[in-house]
């Protein structure tokens, strides 16, 4: 009696057991139907639930260096409550470029950044307005506006190194930095500022940017101290700009700068924009093109200083430039300094200022790594790609961690063989960086300055990456010893 008590006792857990197993598939098959789908990896981290967070917060680009050798291009890493998955590499970053805003959009990972721009701005409006905001920029930087930017660019580097003295030792970041505020002030923001408004302007610009902390990507209103001084900083800022505003329609003087190109511009259905939108829109082109381009003329001089063989091809080519148009420099000329072209690119190619881009995925999207493996990723992942990362991968680049800027000369084209979107300093596709060719020629107008009137030697060692930063550039001074001389064509 005994025995059939306990048979059936172990019939009855045997069979709670199978009908458990067989109710918890069915409802993980109800609740996840996705499991049947090529998911990608997932980051391994300790502890559960924030272990993926402390990863991401000891730096994104030491997490993708330690997970690209063992995960490959595709995986993903828990956020707490957001998953997000890094596409690395032109093979699958393809569709990060080029899908459409219904399917993977900027709004929600840049929304942090409406409190610095502005209401009534990029971030904070829908996207059809945003495209148009967009085309107001696209038009600002049309090369007949770009023309009459790069005299004044011109303009601004004599000024600026003649105030330097025959010989002596400086900063070279410190001194780029500046230079490039006070022309992105008279190209951008217009003759006003730079002329009457510069220190009070640039003092409200640096309460912007202290404004934006690591900890304002998350909690952007959070009611901190440098968040009050952005939030006062942006209200002055507006009551100047308004009064410039009005002052220019008032008179009815026209100027060629990104100012006039913004109060000129329409929408597609005849409204001009507001004081409130040039200010904001003005504001974006400032964070979007000034610390990037600084960083950029930084590195390209560290890089040109220490890599002596680059140095004398780039002085080679101001000199063959100079025996064909003599002193002058415009637009066209510079358009033709390809050598130095290639210097800067490959100084960015090693040192993306923007080291991650991001996007909220809305739709489910598939995508194949170069080795043939295929990957779901689906909706409601964050996606994001690196262009710190993804510009020094091995298949794509021969000694990616190596300066050398031939790599992009016709016949190597090495951004070009594995296809679009292989070199993604600037992004691309859909959201490619508007500011582009006027980063180019602002770098350009200052370094050929630099080369046709001083030699130049790097007394510091080669500088280091601030990977702390949220327009990541150089750690610490860059100190440069200078003496003036004239490049003469007939030798140095
Ligand atoms: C070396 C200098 C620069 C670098 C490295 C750079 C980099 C980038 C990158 C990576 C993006 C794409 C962001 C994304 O896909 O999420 C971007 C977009 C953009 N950049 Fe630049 N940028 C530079 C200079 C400039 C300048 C000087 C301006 C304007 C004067 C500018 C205006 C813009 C704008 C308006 C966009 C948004 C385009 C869109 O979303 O459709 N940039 N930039």
Same mark, same amino acid.
């Given at each position: 009696m005994e025995m059939e008590v306990m048979d059936n006792k172990f019939f009855n857990v045997g069979l709670l057991v199978v009908a458990t197993l067989l109710v918890a598939k069915i409802i993980s098959a109800l609740i996840?139907?996705?499991? +049947?789908k090529r998911l990608p990896p997932v980051i391994k981290a300790w502890p559960p639930l924030i272990g993926g967070l402390l990863r991401f917060l000891k730096g994104p680009i030491i997490v993708l260096r330690e997970e690209y050798p063992k995960l490959g291009n595709v995986f993903t890493l828990n956020l707490v409550h957001k998953n997000i998955t890094f596409l690395i590499g032109p093979e699958v970053s393809a569709h990060f470029f080029k899908a459409s805003e219904s399917d993977l959009s900027q709004q929600e990972v840049y929304r942090f950044n409406i409190p610095t721009f502005g209401p009534g701005v990029v971030f904070d409006v829908d996207y059809s307005i945003r495209q148009e905001q967009f085309r107001f920029f696209t038009e600002a930087l049309r090369v007949n506006k770009l023309k009459g930017y790069v005299d004044q660019m011109i303009v601004e580097a004599q000024d600026y190194f003649s105030k330097w003295g025959d010989s002596g030792e400086v900063d070279l970041k410190y001194e780029l930095e500046h230079l490039i505020i006070l022309t992105a002030s008279r190209c951008l923001l217009g003759r006003e500022v730079r002329d009457k408004l510069f220190d009070d302007v640039s003092a409200l610009f640096h309460e912007l940017d202290n404004g934006m902390q690591p900890i304002s990507v998350m !909690?952007?209103? &959070?009611?901190i101290p440098a968040h009050r001084r952005r939030d006062r900083a942006r209200k002055r800022l507006a009551e100047i700009f308004a009064s410039i505003i009005a002052s220019r329609k008032a008179s009815g003087k026209c100027e060629n700068d990104m100012l006039q190109c913004f109060i000129d511009s329409k929408y597609k259905n005849g409204r001009p924009t507001s004081e409130g939108e040039v200010t904001g829109l003005l504001i974006a082109a400032l964070f979007a093109g000034q610390h990037t381009s600084s960083i950029t003329s930084t590195w390209t001089g560290a890089y040109l200083l220490r890599f002596k063989e680059y140095f004398v091809a780039v002085v080679e080519e101001q000199k063959t430039l100079m025996k064909k148009h003599g002193e002058k420099i415009d637009h066209d000329i510079l358009s033709e300094m390809e050598v130095l072209y290639r210097c800067i690119k490959e100084a960015l190619r090693l @040192?993306?200022?923007?080291i991650m881009l991001l996007r909220q995925s809305h739709a489910d999207f598939s995508v194949t790594t170069h080795e043939g493996k295929k990957y779901d990723i689906p909706k409601g992942h964050i996606v994001a790609t690196s262009p710190a990362f993804a510009n020094r991968l091995s298949h794509i680049y021969k000694n990616p961690d190596s300066y050398d800027p031939?790599? !992009?000369?016709a016949g190597r084209d090495e951004d070009k063989v594995a296809g679009p !979107? +292989?070199?993604i300093s600037f992004g /691309? =596709?859909? @959201? /490619?960086? &508007? =500011?582009e060719p006027f980063a180019y020629l602002q770098i350009k107008a200052i370094w050929s300055h630099l080369l046709r009137n001083f030699e130049l030697e790097l007394i510091s060692p080669f500088p280091e990456t601030d990977w702390n930063a949220m327009v990541v550039g150089v750690k610490g001074k860059v100190m440069v010893r200078y003496k003036r001389r004239r490049l003469s064509v007939n030798g140095l």
């Open positions: 996840m139907p996705r499991s +049947s !909690f952007p209103y &959070l009611p @040192h993306p200022p923007l031939d790599r !992009f000369a !979107f +292989s070199y /691309g =596709g859909r @959201h /490619g960086c &508007l =500011g």
